[in-house]
C-alpha cells in the first residue's frame, strides 16, 4: 500500500563524498520511476527517470539504479556538493497518470 | 512557456468562499497533474488530464474539488465552500505525455482561515 512518512530520514555527507539515496516502492506493476529533489520552498524538481525495462540509468552526477526483484530504487550523486542538500522524493507510476512518492530523505552536506 | 505556471502564488481565503487555482502547463505537453502537498510530505495526487480529458478523479478529497481543462491547455483547480483542512500547497505538473519525464510548478499555497 502507500506510505506517508512525517518524520524524514536524513543522510548526511561530506562536500566531495558520493551519495546514496534510497527507496522502496510498494507496487511490483510500477513500471515507471522519477527521482525529485525538493529544496526548501521550492516545487519539486524533475532529476531523472526509469521505466521497468532498465536496470541502470545515468544522468549528470546522478545514477538511478532499479532492483525489480526486491522493489527498490536508489540514488546515486556523485561528488556531492552543498547545492545538493535538499529533500529527495522517489515516484512510482503503475496506472494512467498517478504519481505515488515516498516518504522523502533529507540529503544534508557538510562543507 | 518555460516552464509550468501557476496562480495565484499565494491565496488567503475566508471558509466558506469558493477558490479557483489556475495551471499554465509547459507548451505542447498533453498531460496535467494536480497534487496537494503537505508539510514534510511528498505530493499527493488529485486528478489529472490527457489534452482536455480528466482520464483519473480518484485523488480528489470530495465533491468540493472539481478540476477542468476545457481547451487541453490551461487548468483551473476549484474548491467550493472551503474548510480550514483545505489549506496546503496545490501544485500543477505536465508532461509530454504519460510516463515521461513530469515537470512541476512552483504551487499555490493556499490558507483558509
Known amino acids: 500500500g502507500e506510505s506517508v512518512g512525517l518524520h524524514l530520514p536524513t543522510l548526511s555527507v561530506q562536500e566531495g563524498d558520493n551519495s546514496i539515496i534510497n527507496c522502496a516502492y510498494s507496487?511490483?506493476?510500477?513500471?515507471?520511476f522519477i527521482w525529485y529533489k525538493q529544496e526548501s520552498g521550492k516545487g519539486p524538481q524533475f532529476i531523472i527517470d526509469?521505466?521497468?525495462?532498465?536496470d541502470k540509468r545515468q544522468g549528470q552526477r546522478v545514477t538511478v539504479l532499479l532492483n525489480k526483484t526486491v522493489k527498490h530504487l536508489s540514488l546515486q550523486i556523485a561528488a556531492t556538493q552543498p547545492g545538493d542538500s535538499a529533500v529527495y522524493f522517489c515516484?512510482?507510476?503503475?496506472?494512467?497518470?498517478?504519481?505515488?512518492f515516498g516518504q522523502g530523505t533529507e540529503l544534508s552536506v557538510k562543507p | 512557456g518555460a516552464g509550468v505556471s501557476q496562480s495565484p502564488r499565494y491565496k488567503v481565503t475566508k471558509r466558506g468562499q469558493d477558490v479557483a487555482l489556475r495551471c499554465d502547463p509547459i507548451?505542447?505537453?498533453?498531460?496535467l497533474y494536480w497534487y496537494r502537498q503537505a508539510l514534510g510530505q511528498g505530493p499527493e495526487f488529485l486528478t489529472y488530464?490527457?489534452?482536455?480529458?480528466?482520464?483519473?478523479k480518484s485523488g480528489l478529497p470530495n465533491d468540493r474539488f472539481s478540476a477542468e481543462r476545457p481547451e487541453g491547455s490551461i487548468s483551473t483547480l476549484t474548491i467550493q465552500r472551503t474548510e480550514q483542512r483545505d489549506s496546503a500547497m496545490y501544485r500543477c505538473?505536465?508532461?509530454?505525455?504519460?510516463?515521461?519525464?513530469?515537470?512541476f510548478g512552483q504551487g499555490t499555497r493556499l490558507t483558509v482561515v
Open positions: 505538473a505536465s508532461s509530454l505525455k504519460l510516463k515521461t519525464a513530469t515537470f
Open positions: 507496487n511490483s506493476a510500477s513500471d515507471y
Open positions: 526509469i521505466r521497468s525495462n532498465m
Open positions: 515516484a512510482e507510476n503503475n496506472q494512467g497518470g498517478k504519481l505515488i
Open positions: 507548451s505542447g505537453h498533453v498531460s
Open positions: 488530464f490527457n489534452y482536455e480529458a480528466q482520464q483519473d
